[in-house]
């Protein structure tokens, strides 16, 4: 399985970003799609989840109400939609596929640098 992602770059506070990733190769064995953040010097943060069958999502506090993640199963691709963004909001953005049982994300794709500016 790879995980191919895009978008990302530099925005004001207030602004918008779409982060998309690609999933390809043995999807049937993906089932839970999400997406993680890593600022400089903290841990890594799962933002948002997606359920493949259900679609249910699951949003990290920090980012409940601005940020929705989709996904376009026909595309097999998860988009992560990031509004009213905040200086804290910028870091690196990976997204990752796996399996719901034990929320295991066996799959990332490389990271995307997200800078909000002041």
């Keep these: 399985v790879q995980l191919q992602a895009s978008g990302g770059g530099l925005v004001r506070t207030g602004g918008s970003l779409r982060l998309a990733c690609a999933v390809s190769g043995g999807t049937f064995t993906t089932r839970l799609a999400g997406w993680f ?3 400089v010097g903290k841990e890594r943060e799962n933002v948002a989840s997606i359920r493949w069958n259900t679609l249910a999502t699951t949003y990290a506090d920090s980012v409940k109400g601005r ?3 989709t996904l376009d199963n026909a595309k097999n691709a998860v988009t992560l939609h990031m509004n009213n ?6 870091a690196v953005y990976y997204c990752a596929a796996g399996k719901v049982a034990g929320l295991d994300y066996a ?3 490389q990271g995307t640098q997200v800078t909000v500016s002041s």
Excluded: C, M, S, V
Excluded at 85 to 90: A, I, Q, S
């Design 107 to 109: 799959y990332w794709g």
């Design 85 to 90: 963004l905040k200086p804290e909001d910028t």
């Design 37 to 39: 953040r890593q600022a």
């Design 67 to 69: 940020f929705i993640i």
